[in-house]
């Protein structure tokens, strides 16, 4: 049975737990209730207490067990929603959001077609390039909080859409989380690759940062998809982060524009 928190009102240093676990460190003592409630939400679902796909308790379970109104629970679950991390299902609760779902496997692929809608194209069709341990260069260290020389897992991979290929993507990952990691196993699974990753990997990203710039096609962008050198491309580089802010994967795309375009909505 999950005991029940304390809610910090003032500027105390208590420490609240839930389920045995601290609750983050970083809500300040003065935070309102709701991002307070927020918090500890959050902190099981990094502890890992509902999984991807899940049903998390109702609005009132969670007011018993945190000792607070259903409308404050209802606010910190919104901003969650908001967020992407859990999604509501209409008369059937609160469920933890995963890239399994088709409202969120393209949350952070961005490039739509310029007529019809990204899921108009169909699912894209994949080939796995090459998949195979490496050293981690100083950039990619760098980026996923490694030492360089640190083993990686480094994909290759071409997304083609109506049957012309549009996206070519580099990605490395840390080694450790992701053993046993093939082209194989990467070509065999049908859903999105996070999907993948969330569900047999126990590795769920959450957030992204991105950079982007234009680039000349070179020889590789020429042979994998069909442009002639020189061709402008989108290059996106993607750093995607877990529950634990952890940087957990790298990834670099080359985008073709000719009938797509990057599409993203702010605020």
Not at 103 to 130: C, H
Request: net charge neutral.
């Amino acid at each position: 049975m999950q005991s029940s928190v304390d809610i910090i009102s003032d500027n105390s240093s208590l420490a609240p737990e839930m389920g045995g676990q601290s609750a983050p460190n970083s809500t300040p003592a003065f935070s309102p209730l709701y991002q307070q409630i927020k918090g500890f939400i959050l902190n099981s679902l990094r502890a890992g207490e509902w999984k991807p796909g899940e049903a998390i308790p109702s609005e009132m379970e969670l007011a018993a067990r945190f000792r607070v109104s259903q409308g404050t629970v209802r606010k910190a679950i919104d901003e969650l929603a908001s967020e992407n991390l859990l999604l509501r299902r209409q008369g059937k609760g609160t469920f933890v959001a995963t890239h399994a779902e088709q409202q969120v496997q393209f949350r952070f692929l961005k490039l739509v077609p310029d007529s019809g809608t990204r899921g108009s194209e169909g699912p894209a069709q994949r080939d796995i390039i090459e998949c195979r341990r490496s050293r981690a260069s100083a950039d990619v260290a760098r980026a996923l909080a490694l030492r360089t020389g640190d083993t990686v897992l480094q994909a290759r991979r071409v997304l083609s859409f109506g049957g012309t290929p549009i996206i070519l993507e580099d990605i490395w990952l840390p080694a450790a989380p992701f053993k046993g990691l093939t082209a194989e196993r990467l070509a065999n699974y049908q859903g999105p690759m996070y999907a993948l990753f969330e569900t047999e990997f126990n590795v769920r990203m959450v957030r992204a940062e991105e950079k982007i710039r234009a680039i000349p096609a070179s020889d590789i962008h020429e042979q994998l998809l069909n442009v002639k050198q020189g061709t402008p491309l989108l290059s996106v580089e993607r750093i995607a982060y877990t529950y634990r802010d952890e940087p957990m994967e790298l990834r670099r795309g080359c985008y073709r524009t000719e009938t797509h375009h990057y599409h993203n909505t702010l605020g």
